[in-house]
């Protein structure tokens, strides 16, 4: 008779489909982590509603169980100069053979693009699909991607959507008490996604995206949602990344996440702490954060 011995995100996993994993991982070695999640959450049918994998959720399954020693994951794919490797596969059946991957070492001026459904989305989509270690997840609430391009050419993906509501570093930084938090953290805004894509190689071109973005986020938020944000933020792994463009750009650091996400309720700490980098958008962000301005259009003298 199965026993159930583990339960983790709303699942509880028996022996058997432990063994399975054990298996799976053991045998595909030539697939990547994010591959050996979708694969394993399609033979365990373990999907959304929609009939998809759950990838995110069983590759922090994969990395709890390599963290407690059952398994071993292959080594993270990393880019190299001499080419580049998909780190999530394309979607079932989709076309890659559009893309453009020579080398790009200077970029002129640039323009970002909201990718609104049809072509550009689906192009933007392909690209975070293909080398953003997130992928194209679901995100909460509001959300405008851009794709960014220079001279005609395709050099890089941003996202901007709702922002967490528990940031125990943020919230001491603003001075919010939560009935403040409650009627104004639509105000603040995630860059969930940041992408540069492989093949680019431009100096400093990471910290001209996210300064060209902040101005632009204002006036396209209050087109598509009725109101501007104050403040940035966003989140960085600092096991794989050191968040230099956010510093290039003037991001502020105000400390780690407690590595719990959105939908932790049970303090399990699943995910890997990040670090915490914020953008004002205005001077009196935080006056109006806490309620003591209104929130009104912004204008010149407001802006940092």
């Known amino acids: 008779m199965e026993t159930s011995i583990r339960e983790f995100s709303g699942r509880t996993f028996c022996t058997e489909e432990i063994d399975i994993i054990k298996e799976v991982v053991k045998t595909y070695r030539h697939l990547s982590q994010n591959e050996l999640a979708y694969t394993i959450g399609e033979i365990l049918e373990w999907t959304t509603p929609n009939g998809r994998p759950k990838g995110t959720s069983c590759l922090r399954l994969l990395q709890k169980l390599e963290a407690d020693g059952e398994v071993e994951l292959p080594p993270l794919r990393e880019y190299s100069n001499k080419g580049w490797k998909f780190v999530r596969r394309p979607a079932e059946g989709e076309d890659m053979s559009w893309m453009e991957t020579s080398e790009i070492t200077e970029c002129g001026s640039l323009t970002l693009k909201i990718a609104r459904p049809g072509e550009l989305l689906r192009r933007w989509r392909s690209y975070i699909r293909a080398f953003h270690m997130i992928g194209d997840t679901s995100v909460y609430g509001h959300r405008i991607c851009y794709m960014v391009e220079s001279e005609g050419r395709?050099?890089?993906?941003?996202?901007?959507?709702?922002?967490?509501?528990?940031?125990?570093?943020?919230?001491?930084?603003?001075?919010?008490?939560?009935?403040?938090?409650?009627?104004?953290?639509?105000?603040?805004?995630?860059?969930?996604?940041?992408?540069?894509?492989?093949?680019?190689?431009?100096?400093?071109?990471?910290?001209?995206?996210?300064?060209?973005?902040?101005?632009?986020?204002?006036?396209?938020?209050?087109?598509?949602?009725?109101?501007?944000?104050?403040?940035?933020?966003?989140?960085?792994?600092?096991?794989?990344?050191?968040?230099?463009?956010?510093?290039?750009?003037?991001?502020?650091?105000?400390?780690?996440?407690?590595?719990?996400?959105?939908?932790?309720?049970?303090?399990?700490?699943?995910?890997?702490?990040?670090?915490?980098?914020?953008?004002?958008?205005?001077?009196?962000?935080?006056?109006?954060?806490?309620?003591?301005?209104?929130?009104?259009?912004?204008?010149?003298?407001?802006?940092?």
Do not use: M
């Not at 639509?186 to 894509?197: A, D, F, Q």
């Not at 995910?271 to 953008?279: G, M, P, S």
């Open 154 to 304: 395709d050099v890089g993906c941003l996202q901007f959507s709702a922002s967490a509501w528990s940031l125990a570093a943020r919230d001491e930084w603003i001075g919010w008490t939560v009935p403040d938090k409650k009627a104004r953290l639509h105000l603040v805004v995630n860059n969930s996604r940041t992408l540069i894509l492989p093949w680019v190689h431009a100096a400093n071109l990471g910290s001209r995206i996210l300064s060209q973005a902040a101005r632009q986020v204002l006036r396209d938020w209050l087109a598509a949602f009725c109101y501007e944000p104050v403040l940035l933020e966003t989140f960085v792994d600092t096991s794989f990344y050191s968040g230099t463009i956010y510093k290039a750009a003037n991001w502020t650091y105000l400390g780690n996440t407690k590595g719990r996400g959105r939908n932790d309720r049970h303090s399990e700490k699943l995910l890997t702490e990040k670090a915490i980098f914020t953008y004002p958008l205005r001077r009196d962000f935080r006056e109006v954060l806490k309620g003591e301005k209104p929130c009104r259009a912004v204008n010149p003298d407001d802006l940092p």
